[in-house]
């Protein structure tokens, strides 16, 4: 029979902590100070790998990756949506892609974001927007280059705009954007 061991190995772990404030004595009434105390606070890496699937969205990433911007369409109606769309919102049905990359476009509303999430964050002020897209039924939201978020100005509504794609694809959906034309 084997035997157990009688203490866990430890190691460092990428951070060792010194001086936790604690009382050498131990009574009641010298323990009330640990109510008093400052929270104790560690900071450390956290990394997680995770897979995302892209699931039946994976054409339209593979599109942007390959300078295309796909649009899902609902063959029995024609209704067309910007963004990926496995299945038509009425009917349920389920859409084909269509090549909407060369097609006339232009900036239906835009707003200046002045603070973002911690991707965007150092890029701030950028301009977000809506572009309307022939033959489109629904709006894009994407980023607009090419304008100075620090003056912007309502002739930019209606601006005709194309789309520009990262030549080295992250597989997002920030792989595409608008410029003026």
Wanted: glycine residues 6%; hydrophobic residues 40%.
């Amino acid at each position: 029979m084997s035997k157990l061991p009688e203490r866990r190995d430890e190691s460092l772990g990428g951070y060792i902590v010194h001086g936790v404030p604690f009382p050498v004595d131990t009574s009641p009434e010298a323990l009330a100070f640990l109510k008093k105390m400052s929270p104790i606070e560690i900071e450390q890496e956290y990394r997680i790998t995770y897979l995302l699937s892209y699931g039946q969205d994976s054409a339209w990433f593979a599109g942007l990756a390959n300078r295309k911007l796909l649009g899902s369409r609902e063959p029995a109606s024609g209704y067309t949506y910007a963004n990926p769309r496995g299945h038509d919102m009425t009917s349920g049905s389920e859409t084909e892609w269509v090549d909407i990359t060369h097609r006339q476009a232009r900036v239906h509303a835009f707003t200046v974001c002045y603070f973002g999430s911690e991707e965007f964050l150092p890029e701030t002020p950028f301009v977000l927007a809506l572009i309307e897209i022939e033959a489109v039924n629904t709006l894009l939201l994407t980023r607009l280059m090419g304008v100075d978020p620090l003056h912007p100005a309502l002739d930019w509504i209606g601006m005709p705009v194309k789309p520009r794609f990262l030549r080295n694809s992250k597989l997002k959906p920030t792989d595409i954007y608008f410029t003026p034309a």
